[in-house]
């Protein structure tokens, strides 16, 4: 008998396409939330619009590190509802497939995926992270040649203040301009001018000069007894470009050191206490969100299939509560961890071992006891509120005229 049968196969199909779907959905939620943030963020800096594409592309490992989970349980679950809703199940079942039989594709589907995610999270998801903060600190020190904010005065190297009344051309078109200079030697120059441009200094990188056109200069210092004023047609001033540190190397940060580097960290006499702690924290984080993958066929299958002649879909709802509490117990448990407080053990693993523990028990009930039904408490409870609802509903509806009128035309037979 092949490995791979066409059972199987058509499995495989039920589980790609919502598998797929769902990921590409999850990610771009996560992805259109973050972008208005980060457009805001960089509107406010004032740096071009493309920043905000690199750093989107940046976070695109941390985002899938979660949607792949996601996608994977949620593929399997609607696979698994629609063979049973549509008594699929039923004939498998009975041909003597097993659901453990059944859940041979979609543990092969696990275990790539698996693979998969413990690269990001091992390797890509550190070094995306750290472009990532680099992009931050690059368009707040000024690296990305940050646009002049518009409406608002800038400071220039202490010296020179600057305000455009707009902004074109991505911040090298300004319209509306006013600058107040003041010289070492004590003079201050107040420049007003129609429109503007900058241009690189070739001489001179640390330089750009801001070519004025149609506009006037005030001139004022101790030694100058009464203002004077230049009009001017066109006027170059060069302003000095502030002086932009040198971003940090890779690894102040747990999240930025790959799984290699985390164990040596860990377990090295020369690390300080508080970065053990924290690496040690970080490597058991990365490897049991990798290790949860493998209970994800199970919970999906057992949350998949409704009870007899119901097509209540509570176990995708339970689904995604259970793996996004998990998730977060994760996270705090990191977090707890990595202060030295609990071990890493008891904080990650011991929600592991639990977690693991639930989900075996909902799969074998539904797959060797008999009418077995994982969440049939919940399910009996949903459809009593479900029905409770929907009588509520419907006692509130106003009566339509064709109800009215034949409880009038009873009501004339009767009398």
């Known amino acids: 008998m092949p490995f791979i049968t066409a059972t199987d196969r058509y499995i495989a199909r039920l589980v790609f396409v919502p598998m797929c779907a769902v990921f590409v959905i999850a990610a771009s939620l996560l992805v ?24 989107l592309a940046n976070l695109l490992p941390e985002y899938a590190s979660l949607a792949i989970p996601l996608g994977l349980m949620l593929g399997i679950l609607l696979a698994f509802r629609r063979l049973a809703t549509s008594s699929e199940l039923d004939v498998m079942r009975a ?5 453990t039989r059944l859940l041979r594709v979609p543990y092969l589907f696990t275990v790539v995926l698996a693979v998969l995610n413990l690269v990001i999270v091992g390797y890509l998801q550190p070094l995306s992270r750290y472009y990532y903060e680099q992009l931050q600190f690059d368009l707040r020190s000024g690296a990305l040649g940050a646009s002049i904010k518009v409406g608002e005065f800038n400071t220039l190297q202490d010296r020179t203040a600057l305000r455009v ?10 319209r509306g301009i006013f600058a107040r200079i003041a010289t070492k030697d004590g003079q201050v120059l107040v420049i007003s001018a129609r429109e503007g441009q ?52 890779r690894g102040e940060r747990d999240r930025e050191y790959f799984l290699p580097e985390l164990l040596r960290i860990g377990w090295s ?9 924290q690496s040690i924290a970080s490597l058991n984080y990365r490897l049991v969100e990798v290790a949860m993958m493998f209970l994800l066929p199970l919970l999906a299958v057992a949350l998949a299939v409704p009870p007899k002649r119901s097509s209540s ?13 998990y998730h977060k117990v994760n996270e705090y448990g990191q977090d707890v961890s990595s202060l030295g407080r609990v071990d890493p053990t008891l904080a990650l693993w011991g929600p592991f071992a639990l977690f693991a523990a639930l989900i075996t028990s909902m799969y074998w009930r539904l797959a060797y006891v008999p009418g077995g039904q994982p969440i049939g408490a919940l399910e009996t409870g949903f459809a009593k509120i479900s ?11 106003p009566r339509s005229a064709k109800t009215l009128a034949a409880e009038a035309s009873g009501a004339v037979d009767a009398a």
């Open 32 to 55: 259109l939330d973050k972008m208005l943030k980060l457009f805001d963020f960089v509107a406010t800096e004032g740096g071009p619009v493309s920043v905000v594409f690199k750093m």
């Open 95 to 99: 041909v003597g497939l097993s659901y």
């Open 165 to 174: 009344d707009a902004s074109r051309d991505e911040g090298r078109d300004l």
């Open 198 to 249: 900058f241009f690189a200094n070739k001489e001179n990188p640390d330089t750009v000069i801001l070519r004025l056109s149609e506009g006037q200069i005030v001139q004022d210092g101790p030694g100058i007894s009464s203002p004077r004023v230049l009009t001017f047609a066109t006027h170059d001033l060069p302003i000095d470009l502030p002086k932009i540190e040198q971003f940090r190397r």
């Open 269 to 277: 006499k020369d690390s300080s206490q508080a970065a053990r702690y």
């Open 313 to 325: 879909a509570l176990g995708v709802f339970v689904s995604i509560v259970m793996v996004v509490a």
């Open 387 to 397: 029905r409770s609802v929907m009588k509520l509903f419907a006692a509130r509806q």
